[in-house]
């Protein structure tokens, strides 16, 4: 994902992760790569276990037990991550630099320690401030992250917050150090719609204000339609397609791209149902031949079956890994559905 006129931040570069189950190798992520740059917003979507929450643990050091990183590099600051096998290799990085907000903030707070104490550890921990200073700063937290009456919210537990509140804090701890990049994982799939806004528009005006660069994992195309500078989509552990928003909204090209956007509410005819993605993903224990998609697009061409496609490009920021863009593919039209979307994104300008 490379862009001429800056230098990427963090540049992940045919990453491969495994697990061991049972004896056997899972591969998760599958030669991926990614660049990420200074104040962005990159949404990374896709399907549960396409590897989204997977290769972006691996940023910072938060693989299960049974995972690894086997293959590629992870550059940050002049060092590779992927090389980091130790606790004491992570500390300069965890928090400090890289830090990441979870989808169930319930199983990120602990239940038995008040909240204002578990911003301030967090403090503590990543900038080694303690005593009046630091509760002074978890104070400053709360307020930042729209919490009233912090005082007294300080001094309650997690179950005495509601989902969004509950959400906020975690954000706040997140944040507290100031980190260079913040990884939102899910961050509102349990809110509803008027929280879920409110949540979006809090991770905006944090980034705007600490000039921290985002990454937002999602299966929601919706949210990524308001906060995203650009979208990586990802299938069976790879990236298949990435480009600024308006490109994969307005002109996407891999076929599972085609498919979620496909299903967008906002397409949705009054009366009857959304489109679904039929069939499965397939199974990461086996080899996988060709495009992944292939056996779930009912437009796949011969090649898809026996030959992975490379990366081609849509335009320079705009890459899409599908055979439909080699010269010597057959013509394939957009789905109507995409081209509805286009006009339907014009109109509201």
Known sequence: MANMEREPILSARDVEISFS?????????????????????????????????????????MLDANGSITGGTIMFEGN???????????????????????????????????????????????QGIKGPE????ALEMLKKVGIPDPER?????????????????????????RPQILICDEPTTALDVTIQAQILNLVRD????????VIYITHDLGVVANVADRVAV??????????????????????????????LPQLGVKGEELPTIEGTPPNLFNEIKGDAFAPRNRMALAIDFEEEPPFFDVSPTHKAKTWYLDPRAPKVEQPHSIR??????KERG
């Not at 630091?134 to 700063?137: N, V």
Request: with cysteine; charged share 25%; net charge positive.
């Open 134 to 137: 630091a509760k002074k700063l």
């Open 340 to 345: 509805m979307l286009r006009e339907k994104m």
């Open 234 to 263: 990802m299938y069976a552990g790879q990236i298949v397609e990435y480009g600024k928003v308006d490109e994969i909204f307005y002109n996407a090209w891999h076929p599972y791209t085609w498919a979620l956007l496909s299903a």
């Open 80 to 126: 590779d991550l992927a090389k980091y096998k130790t606790e004491k290799d992570w500390m300069t990085i965890r928090g400090k630099k890289i830090s990441m907000v979870m989808q169930d903030p319930m199983t990120s707070l602990n239940p038995l320690k008040k909240i204002g104490r578990q911003i301030e550890e967090s403090i503590e921990l990543n």
């Open 21 to 61: 189950l049972r004896g056997r190798k899972l591969n998760a992520i599958r030669r991926c790569s990614l660049d990420l740059y200074q104040g962005e917003t990159l949404a990374i979507v896709g399907e549960s276990g396409s590897g989204k929450s997977v290769f972006t643990k691996s940023f910072l050091g």
């Open 206 to 213: 944090l980034q705007k204000e600490l000039n921290m660069t």
């Open 153 to 177: 919210r300080y001094q309650q537990y997690p179950h005495e917050f509601s989902g969004g509140m509950r959400q906020r804090v975690v954000i706040a701890i997140a944040v507290a150090c």
